[in-house]
């Protein structure tokens, strides 16, 4: 298919346009996209944009160079929707939202919301400060959680390292999800509507998990035995 | 082959402008053909740290704009005559420079200078964009403080998913005294956090200060602690593997008299 039979689709939103890419390739999408921009700039300017690519599966690089692209014609993106896995990611790295609406935390979700959410998202890396990972399942993370990272998780939250950031588990209202990470020193713990704040340092650090009981935080030693 | 090396930090007042001039003195004191970039448009200070001031009539968004070429921005160093500055405008603001320009802008100084040095604005917004797109390493400068750290944090995770790559980094103003009485992080503290590479730790020096109001830059300064760690790091930068200053030894004179005797 040439570039010049794609088209957009552009919706209006509350505060920002959503534009829905058609299937292509990602050069001439891209392409596309900024073309549209420029010969209507002023329907543009100054707009926030949510971006849907699809199945599209975007690198950093594509997203973070599209970006820059967009913001030097006075758009900016905030979002990026996508059914590929790779590209959710991608824009989570970028601390871009992944949907539209953020869900709220107060409502309990419908039994089939929950069923849906369990998946895992897997975080191969450490999340610094400023990054934000939020996913309607469960979130694995292979690294740290830095203080002034942020994890958000429909389901459960494990950290196969050190968890100094803020985090809440069952962010839906899922009162079942857990918390775990091997050394867990969190600026703030949440699971589901229930806060605790950062405890204690402790010199040698356990592996430890976090659960309600009883509307309670309970921390207990992590270990195989005890789940 | 040049490299681009930008130095950035997050947090402002950490010692981004001064890493910058101290670097370029000792690298073109080592030999090296040096050109700085003072990318921190609107707030222009690199030019009064080397104390070439006085000397600029072009600057960078001069050069952007085509009011000049590249060599007339170019201001050589007094001391050293491998040293050039491109000052940044005073009074305009970061929007007049993009990160395309600037890569093109390097590009174009690359192949005749050893080391293109780019000073970061604070923050991470355009003016950070504009001085990392061109750049091939990225130093991020902190102090032992925890706000100073959690921004260095923030860039080093920005600096990984632009896919610069993790940078290396350069503990200034660590006082030693301070550490060992645990008022302050220490290096190690700092690194173990922040899990990047540590290329430096300088010292809190008032000679850092003096020689700044006087527009020569400490490297200059041979019995400067704070001019040898500068000194050290453009070593490293280079590939020459260069110890690590013992930077609590004029601490306690006794404990270091009596410290072979134990
Ligand atoms: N090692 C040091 N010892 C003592 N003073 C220092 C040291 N390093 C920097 N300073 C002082 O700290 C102040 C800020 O330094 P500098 O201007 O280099 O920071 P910067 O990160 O470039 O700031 P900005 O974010 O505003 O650009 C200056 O007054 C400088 O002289
Ligand atoms: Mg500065």
Redesign the interface.
């Known amino acids: 298919m040439s570039a010049s039979q794609l088209t957009l689709k552009i919706k209006g939103l509350r505060d920002s346009l959503l534009v829905t890419l058609p299937e292509g390739r990602w050069d001439d999408l891209r392409g596309l996209l900024l073309n549209q921009i420029q010969e209507r700039e002023s329907f543009f300017k100054g707009a926030r944009l949510a971006l849907d690519v699809g199945v599209q599966a975007l690198h950093?690089?594509d997203v973070?160079e599209l970006r820059?692209a967009l913001s030097?014609q006075g758009v900016a993106l905030w979002a990026v929707l996508s059914e590929s896995p790779a590209t959710e990611k991608t824009a989570q790295?970028?601390g871009l939202a992944t949907r539209l609406a953020r869900p709220t935390p107060e409502v309990p979700r419908a039994p089939a919301a929950v069923v849906e959410a369990d998946k895992a998202l897997w975080v191969d890396?450490?999340?610094?400060?400023?990054?934000r990972v939020e996913y309607p399942g469960h979130i694995v993370v292979l690294g740290?959680v830095?203080?002034?990272a942020e994890i958000v998780a429909g389901g459960s939250v494990i950290v196969w390292g050190r968890l100094r950031g803020v985090v809440h588990a069952g962010a839906e209202g899922n009162g079942e999800a857990s918390v775990c990470a091997l050394d867990l020193s969190p600026q703030q713990l949440r699971i589901a509507g229930e806060i605790a704040l950062a405890p204690k340092q402790r010199k040698t650090p356990v592996p430890e998990i976090v659960r309600l009981k009883d509307g309670q935080l309970v921390a207990e030693p992590w270990r195989p035995d005890k789940h | 082959m040049s490299t681009v090396l930008t130095i950035g930090s997050g947090k402002g007042g950490v010692g981004k402008t001064t890493a910058v001039a101290n670097l370029a003195v000792a690298l073109a004191a080592s030999g090296d053909k040096v050109v700085c970039i003072d990318g921190d448009i609107g707030l222009r200070n690199l030019d009064v740290i080397m104390g070439l001031e006085n000397r600029i009539v072009y600057d960078l968004v001069d050069v952007v704009e085509g009011r000049c070429r590249l060599r007339q921005a170019m201001i050589r160093d007094k001391h050293l005559p491998e040293l050039y500055l491109i000052p940044a405008a005073q009074t305009r603001d970061k929007n007049a420079v993009?990160?395309s320009d600037m890569v093109r802008l390097c590009d174009e100084l690359r192949g005749e200078y050893d080391w293109i040095l780019i000073d970061s604005p604070a923050g991470i917004e355009r003016g950070f964009?504009n001085a990392i797109a061109p750049a091939d390493r990225v130093v991020v400068v902190t102090n032992p403080e925890v706000s100073a750290v959690?921004?260095a944090?923030?860039v080093?995770?920005?600096l990984?998913?632009?896919?610069k790559g993790t940078p290396s980094l350069i503990l200034n103003r660590l006082n030693p005294i301070m550490v060992k009485r645990h008022d302050m992080l220490s290096a190690d503290d700092v690194v173990d956090?922040l899990?990047v590479k540590i290329i430096g730790v300088v010292p809190e020096d008032e000679d850092v200060i003096v020689a700044a109001n006087r527009g020569s830059p400490v490297a200059l300064d041979q019995k400067s602690r704070a001019g040898q760690a500068f000194r050290n790091i453009a070593q490293r930068l280079k590939g020459i593997d260069t110890p690590f200053l013992a930077l609590d030894d004029q601490g306690n004179l006794w404990q270091r008299l009596f410290a072979g005797r134990k």
């Open positions: 950093v690089s973070s820059d030097e790295l970028l890396k450490t999340l610094r400060s400023g990054m740290d830095n203080p002034g | 993009s990160p964009k959690r921004d944090d923030r080093i995770g920005i990984e998913a632009e896919e956090l899990a």
